[in-house]
């Protein structure tokens, strides 16, 4: 199975409660990570929802599965970027990581600029509870973007253990659009036999974060 797992900290603007598709409680939530920007909508279940911080302006790190949702009501996002929380802490700090599995849904797209070599391309990751996969578009750099071209190909199993994501922006008749894409800053290539033999490459979220914490140091101020 493929998968996203995300750590964001940022700003939690808004919080309110609601109902999912299948009538279950919970709260939604707008995490701002990037001042100006529109935000990651968050998703709280269960036990969570008690304890989840309701104040707007509350900094905040969250853990736990991504997907992308189309239809935004974010001003100018074809779609957004939801979080279906697992662990949370109150804490500052800037973390914007995810690790994603998926599938490569076209050829990788490879262009130069100054001799450097840059990756296009799109990974199909499952969601929970989703029928339709989620497509995620990444940009790879340097050595991680010609390994791409030289290995992968439409099909090809992919994970990228750590990318960041940010809001990209262009103009189109005169209105401008808005698009999470994101930077992926390390590849690990699986064949089929080895996602078939570690569970497809899929990572729980506390691998996730103990990988976060190789990157971004030491994690332990940090109740999870």
Not at 149 to 176: N, R, V
Not at 182 to 207: C, M, P, W, Y
Request: net charge neutral; aromatic share 8%.
């Amino acid at each position: 199975m493929s998968h996203a797992n995300a750590v964001f900290s940022g700003v939690l603007v808004k919080v309110k409660q609601d109902r999912d598709e299948q009538g279950k409680d919970s709260l939604r939530g707008l995490l701002i990570i990037e001042e100006g920007k529109p935000g990651v909508i968050l998703e709280v279940y269960g036990k969570l929802i008690e304890s989840f911080p309701k104040d707007a302006d509350s900094p905040i790190v969250v853990i736990g599965s991504a997907r992308l949702a189309p239809d935004s009501k974010q001003n100018g996002l074809k779609q957004d970027l939801v979080v279906n929380v697992r662990q949370f802490a109150i804490a500052d700090g800037q973390i914007n990581s995810l690790a994603i599995t998926g599938t490569l849904g076209r050829d990788p797209e490879v262009k130069y600029a100054n001799d450097k070599a840059i990756a296009s391309f799109s990974l199909a990751v499952n969601t929970w509870s989703h029928k339709e996969a989620s497509w995620f578009d990444l940009t790879a750099w340097e050595k991680d973007a010609e390994t791409i071209q030289k290995f992968c190909q439409k099909g090809h199993a992919l994970s990228i253990p750590f990318a960041t994501a940010k809001i990209d922006e262009w103009k189109k008749d005169g209105e401008t659009c808005k698009k999470w894409k994101f930077t992926a800053n390390r590849i690990d290539l699986h064949s089929r036999k080895e996602n078939e033999s570690n569970g497809n490459g899929q990572r729980s979220v506390s691998q996730v974060v103990n990988a976060i914490a190789e990157k971004h140091g030491n994690l332990d101020d940090f109740p999870f």
